[in-house]
Each structure stands twice: as C-alpha cells, then as structure tokens.
C-alpha cells in the first residue's frame, strides 16, 4: 500500500513541490506527497505530515506567528497528539515553534546575514520520526536558506533537550548561533520533528547532494510502519 | 506597546548596532537592545479593559512568550466618539523638525 504524506501549503510555501518530488525520488511506489491547503480542517488518510519551507504569511511579524492560527494548524495539533509523524522543515519548523508544538524558538541569525550555503550536520538522536533509517553520529551535508534559523531557548529548556535525547540534528560549524549547534529538535515522543536544512534539496544528485535521502526515507518509513518499528536502513 | 527580547535572550540585531555606532562616532553606547512598537486604537469601555485586550493579544500572537516580553503604555485617554484622538497621536509622535 501506499503511504500517503500530507505537505501543507500554505500562503506564501515554495518548497512543497520539493518535498513531493524528493518523496517520490526516494521511495517510488511506496509513498506519496500530496498537496493539503493550509484551510484544510482534517487530516484524516495521512500517514505523516510535512509544513514545508518558505515564507507563510510573508514571514510578517515572526515567521510561523500568523500562519500558526490556519486552520490547519488545529488539525496538526491534534494529528501530533495522536502521535501522527510530523516534520517541520525551514519555515515549517518556526511554525511547529510558534504553535508550541516543539520547544524554543528561531530568531535571526548570528551576523544578521541571511544564510544560502550547504553546511554539514551530524545525526543526533535516531528516535525521531525523520532519522530512523540513520546511525546516531551519521554526518551529512545539507542545504539552509533562512535568516531566522538560530535556535533559541532558556538554559532548562537546552538541557532537557539533550537529557532527554531530543536533539536530532546538530551543526558541526555553527553558521547562524544555535544554542548548543541545535539544527533540529523532536518532541519528547520523537514524532514531531522540526530541522532548518532541507533535506528535500539533497535527494537528486543533480542538486550536488543525495544526504537528504536517509531522512525522506525514515519519514517514509514511519509513514508506512509507524514510529518505532524496525527500519531498514 | 513595546514588544522586547527578554532578559538574557541574545540578540543578534542589537549586537550588530552596538558595534556599528562607535565606527560613527558613537562609543559611548552601550547594552543596545532591539523591540518593536506596535500602536494600536482600540474600542473599549475604560482603560482597564483595553489594556487587558492588549494584553490577551501580546501573549497569543504579538510576542513569542518564549523569548519575548511586552510594555504597554496609555497612549492618550481616548473617551467614545472622540474624533480628536488621531490628532492626539500623532502629539504623542511628533514629526521630525525639518532639516
């Protein structure tokens, strides 16, 4: 069967065509993105859920703080407490911060420059929904593009995330300030994941990387088995 | 109101200036932090009230809790259907002197 993969679009995404494409490049047959407008009330018949990058709402005010109070984003909020896998990728993951559906928050760059480079991150933890197919320490090499990518929170908030193994990708040069070269973090259930680089841009040769491919593979993977389950790596 | 980075937040605007104003003369700054102002107008009964409302909407969407906190200040004691408020304002704000 195959899995069905909701992508969010909200007003003012542009990298959801990425994430379908990137899905159907790692996993043909097996999953496949779909486009979900962000008006959208349910989310029942996904197996996971992807708020892509880009710039919802204009990124006015915060970026995520107005495209958190879609409609959608109740049906997100409720997918994830049933323990629905939910990535947030760039934009989408300063969504799921202002929802309050992953801790901290992401505020402008270290050097106030908007950063579009390729930097390399090391796998944290393998628990998450988006690095079950990986080994825990695995580096990869990944594209950013954001200005508000540093990884903010206050010291008790850094420090459970690392006791309680919820870091999932890591900086190895930190490029924009992130507390503790946080690149991306889970919820305490790990299926909730939010990460600044796009995998999505690295899963073609073509675009200079396929690292992105171990990461769109474990989402596909808990897409189809669920969180938890044995991965192929 | 004024919405600003909490205390012991880093803030990656204010650093920048900080170091910017002494190239220009200006080395007598110091703890340069960066916020935003928000006016609003708002239709309520009494102060209290709409400073409440103001309230309410700092804490679910003008500031992230997380890292920011707010200020709100009276502007000007409006009563209902006092058309005068605008121009009260804009006393609160005057224009720049001319050059």
Not at chain 1, 1 to 10: E, L
Not at chain 2, 60 to 72: K, W
């Amino acid at each position: 069967m195959t899995a069905r993969i909701g992508v969010v679009v909200f007003p003012g995404s542009n990298c959801e065509h990425d994430v379908v494409k990137a899905i159907g490049l790692v996993a043909p047959g097996n999953a496949q993105g779909e486009l979900v407008w962000h008006g959208a009330r349910t989310l029942a018949g996904y197996d996971a859920v992807v708020l892509p990058g880009g710039f919802a709402y204009g990124d006015y005010l915060r970026p995520g703080a107005i495209a958190r109070f879609s409609p959608v984003m109740e049906a997100v909020a409720k997918y994830a407490a049933d323990g629905g896998p939910v990535v947030g990728i760039c934009n989408g993951f300063q969504v799921l911060t202002e929802a309050g559906l992953l801790p901290g928050a992401l505020q402008k760059n270290r050097g106030l420059r908007f950063l579009c480079t390729t930097v390399d991150v090391e796998v944290g933890t393998t628990r998450s929904a988006l690095t079950g197919a990986l080994e825990p320490g695995t580096r990869l090499r990944l594209p950013i593009n954001h200005f508000e990518g540093n990884y903010t929170a206050d010291a008790a908030t850094i420090a459970r995330l690392r006791d309680e193994d919820r870091v999932v990708l890591r900086y190895t040069n930190n490029p924009n300030g992130s507390l503790d070269d946080i690149a991306g973090v889970c919820n305490e259930e790990g299926n909730v994941v939010g990460l600044m680089p796009h995998p999505e841009r690295a899963c073609d040769a073509m675009t200079g990387s396929t690292d992105g491919t171990g990461l769109v593979r474990s989402l596909v993977q808990v897409a189809a088995h669920g969180l938890g389950q044995p991965v192929t790596p | 109101m004024e919405v600003r980075l909490r205390p012991g937040i880093a803030d990656p605007q204010g650093a920048t200036i900080e170091r910017a104003l002494p190239a220009l003369g200006f080395d007598t700054v110091e703890a340069v932090r960066v916020g935003k102002a928000f006016r609003l107008r708002v239709d309520a009964a009494d102060e209290e009230s709409a400073r409440r409302r103001v309230v309410e909407m700092a804490d679910r969407l003008l500031a992230n809790p997380v890292i920011e906190e707010s200020a709100i200040r009276a502007m000007t004691p409006v009563s209902p259907g006092d058309g005068t408020s605008a121009a009260r304002e804009d006393a609160d704000f005057p224009k720049p002197a001319a050059r």
